[in-house]
């Protein structure tokens, strides 16, 4: 049954569409969608035979559950989408086994090449400093002075920021930075260290905005590419991702 149901919905979404707009007769039907009245009425009756629209007076409707259906189908069109356009930097993740499916749902692409390798690093620049608070996960070094970038942000702007990183990252970013920790330290930085790390991450927190941010590196760890979500499902997913690592992390001494 769920076979017949799932072939039915493929097949005859269109006509589902218009009947969870509203009732339609078979003429007002042909009206809307491109299909001779002999393909209506077999689309008509399969959806009719799956339970997924019902006779009115005059026309046929969308039962309940040809509109859950109908809903259903489309956030998994939006979702496939999502993984088709995410797809070249998905490839490129070592261990994308935590990447939630929430992150593909609406997401937005940038990717680091030719004419503007660069452009996926100034949008993520832009989401932080829109940030009054901000969460991060990281194994690698962008390369691209963020380092300096954050300690601006926090001590001249006053950004919050908590940081997970690898500890190798974690040594990298403190030989870097030196005297410039301290100062970052008292104006809020907090940073923990973990032994592995499945990707980066981002959570950019404002007071009514939100949005989530992967991380995808290449070949010699250059950066490929960064997802963007600002759908609050996204967002609660990289929340609470991070809040994972963050509780097993072991807190960086002052």
Request: proline residues 5%; charged residues 30%.
């Amino acid at each position: 049954m769920v076979d017949d149901l799932a072939r039915t919905l493929h097949r005859r979404s269109d006509l589902l569409a218009l009947l969870v707009e509203e009732p339609r007769s078979k003429r007002e039907m042909e009206d809307h969608v491109d299909a001779s009245r002999s393909t209506i009425d077999r689309g008509v009756r399969d959806l009719e035979a799956v339970g997924l629209v019902e006779r009115t007076n005059g026309g046929y409707a969308a039962t309940v559950s040809g509109r859950l259906a109908a809903e259903s189908r489309a956030a998994h069109v939006t979702e496939l989408d999502g993984v088709d356009r995410a797809g070249p930097l998905l490839d490129l993740l070592d261990d994308g086994s935590e990447l939630g499916r929430e992150m593909l749902t609406g997401v937005e692409v940038e990717r680091a090449e030719p004419p503007s390798p660069a452009a996926p690093l100034e949008r993520l620049k832009e989401v932080i400093r829109r940030s009054d608070r901000y969460l991060g996960m990281s194994a690698m070094d962008t390369g691209t002075g963020f380092g300096q970038f954050f300690h601006d942000q926090v001590v001249e702007e006053g950004l919050d920021l908590s940081f997970v990183f690898t500890r190798e990252m974690a040594d990298h970013l403190t030989s870097n930075l030196g005297s410039k920790i301290p100062p970052m330290r008292q104006a809020g930085f907090e940073m923990c260290v973990v032994d592995h790390l499945p990707f980066g991450l981002g959570v950019g927190l404002g007071d009514d905005w939100t949005v989530a941010v992967v991380l995808v590196y290449g070949p010699s760890a250059r950066l490929a590419g960064i997802l963007f979500n600002e759908n609050p499902a996204a967002v609660e997913w990289a929340t609470e991702l991070f809040d994972r690592y963050s509780m097993r992390a072991e807190t960086v001494p002052p």
